[in-house]
């Protein structure tokens, strides 16, 4: 089985601080997420990396960065959190495939719920 | 651009009731399509998925969705639903690797 592993399930920080959320998945998964999800929004896309050094702006970037040195971490930094980065993050990685098989299902961590103070 | 619609945010079934969440979607080719179950502080997991194919296909934990092509649908269907069904149910489109999640729908069962 698949798993993402999310560094934290939870982290308190306070406004200004650089954060780093960090996930590893263990199925030489080419592609990898991150998403926020908040009440009744759903989960919106922050990054998207489909290979190692590879990244593309999802929906929502603004206030994030992200780093993918190995192919099996990806990092997402806030680099001066604030207060509407308070959210639930989910990291998923999914298999790349060619074609019409590029759309594959995508594998979850169980979040990491950040407040920032 | 793609989109997906989950009409119903909140449903309440009772226990042992039939179940049917809405989902539809908006994309210009032949759509990838994908339901997903979330349970209460945990991630996101798959219950199946259509590439193509029969238009009815069978899921994880006895769920079953129809794709219609006419009605831009693909609808979650369960027989008899459980109490442990309770959770948040998301749609999905995918395109180009990524994939648009609806808003998603929260099941509540009643015993």
């Known amino acids: 089985d698949v798993k993402v592993t999310q560094s934290s399930r939870y982290l308190v920080k306070r406004t200004g601080e650089k954060v780093f959320l960090e996930c590893v998945q263990d199925?030489?998964?080419?592609?990898m997420f991150w998403y926020r999800q908040d009440p009744g929004l759903g989960l919106r896309l922050i990054y998207f990396?489909?290979?190692?050094?590879?990244?593309e702006k999802g929906d929502i970037p603004e206030g994030y960065s992200v780093s993918r040195e190995k192919k099996e971490r990806f990092s997402l930094i806030l680099e001066s959190a604030s207060t509407n980065q308070t959210s639930m993050y989910l990291c998923?990685?999914?298999?790349?495939?060619?074609?019409?098989?590029?759309?594959?299902?995508?594998?979850f961590g169980d979040g990491t719920r950040l407040s920032i103070l | 651009a793609q989109s997906v619609t989950q009409p119903d945010i909140h449903i309440t079934v009772s226990e042992g009731a039939s179940l049917e969440l809405r989902c539809n979607y908006s994309?210009?080719?032949?759509?990838?399509l994908f339901w997903y179950v979330q349970s209460p502080g945990q991630g996101l997991q798959l219950l199946l998925k259509?590439?193509?194919?029969?238009?009815l296909v069978q899921g994880i934990k006895g769920f079953e969705a129809e794709f219609k092509r006419s009605q831009s649908s693909f609808n979650l269907r369960k027989p008899s639903v459980h109490w442990s069904d309770a959770a948040e149910y998301f749609c999905?489109?995918?395109?180009?690797?990524?994939?648009?999640f609806g808003d998603g729908t929260t099941l509540t069962v009643k015993p």
């Open positions: 259509y590439f193509s194919g029969d238009t």
């Open positions: 990396s489909y290979d190692v050094k590879m990244k």
């Open positions: 998923a990685s999914s298999f790349r495939g060619q074609g019409h098989a590029s759309n594959q299902p995508q594998h």
């Open positions: 199925m030489d998964h080419e592609n």
């Open positions: 994309y210009g080719a032949t759509p990838y």
């Open positions: 999905a489109v995918g395109n180009a690797g990524k994939s648009t």
